[in-house]
């Protein structure tokens, strides 16, 4: 079993920035790819941004480019998204997740384990 713990989450205004974590423990994976999901009320999950696990590969939604930024610790076990200028469309519960993949994937169903989430508010 893999433990993801999302932080880091809250409310800011429109422009503002927030920084995410994700503190993995458990076990672990030699190939893997590490994601950034969003679920905003009455709306479906949607992808964020996700890493390889050799930061090979890096892809965004475009919804997000150029204004995120996800990065690992892995000597903390640890996956940030650095979010700035933030829009109040940005508003959602995010959520980060790991699955056994060697290439960068963007569908839930292809990640295995999931963190809680933490909600971002973004005001107008």
């Known amino acids: 079993q893999v433990q993801l713990v999302e932080s880091g989450g809250g409310l800011v205004q429109t422009g503002g920035s927030l920084r995410l974590s994700c503190a993995s423990s458990?076990?672990?994976?030699?190939?893997?790819?590490m994601g950034w999901f969003r679920q905003a009320p009455g709306k479906e999950r949607e992808f964020v941004a996700a890493?390889?696990?050799?930061?090979?590969?890096?892809h965004y939604a475009d919804s997000v480019k150029g204004r995120f930024t996800i990065s690992r610790d892995s000597a903390k076990n640890t996956v940030y998204l650095q979010m700035n200028s933030l829009k109040p469309e940005d508003t959602a519960v995010y959520y980060c997740?790991?699955?056994?993949?060697?290439?960068?994937?963007?569908?839930?169903?292809?990640?295995?384990?999931w963190g809680q989430g933490t909600q971002v508010t973004v005001s107008s």
């Open positions: 458990g076990r672990t994976f030699s190939r893997y790819v």
């Open positions: 997740a790991v699955g056994a993949r060697i290439g960068v994937v963007t569908t839930p169903i292809e990640y295995d384990y």
């Open positions: 890493q390889t696990w050799t930061r090979s590969s890096t």
